[in-house]
């Protein structure tokens, strides 16, 4: 199957090649405006993409 074609595979949560929806949130460590992909509860710190590669669990 050409996942490709079809804008990729997100494990079944539809959505196919669409855009996403982007929320403003500010990063926990740097403090600068960013964009994630999901609404940011409040009750968890959100990292920018630079930040978020220092936080992020090692992969064994």
């Known amino acids: 199957m050409n996942y ?3 804008g990729g595979f997100r494990g079944g949560r539809g959505n196919f090649g669409g855009p996403r929806e982007m ?11 960013t964009e994630v992909p999901f ?3 409040g009750d968890r710190p959100v990292y920018c993409r ?7 669990p090692k992969r064994y």
């Not at 929320?23 to 405006?33: R, S, V, Y």
């Not at 630079?50 to 992020?56: A, G, L, M, T």
């Open 4 to 6: 490709e074609r079809r």
């Open 50 to 56: 630079e930040c978020y590669q220092n936080h992020k």
């Open 39 to 41: 609404k940011p509860s």
């Open 23 to 33: 929320h403003k949130a500010t990063c926990a460590d740097c403090h600068q405006e």
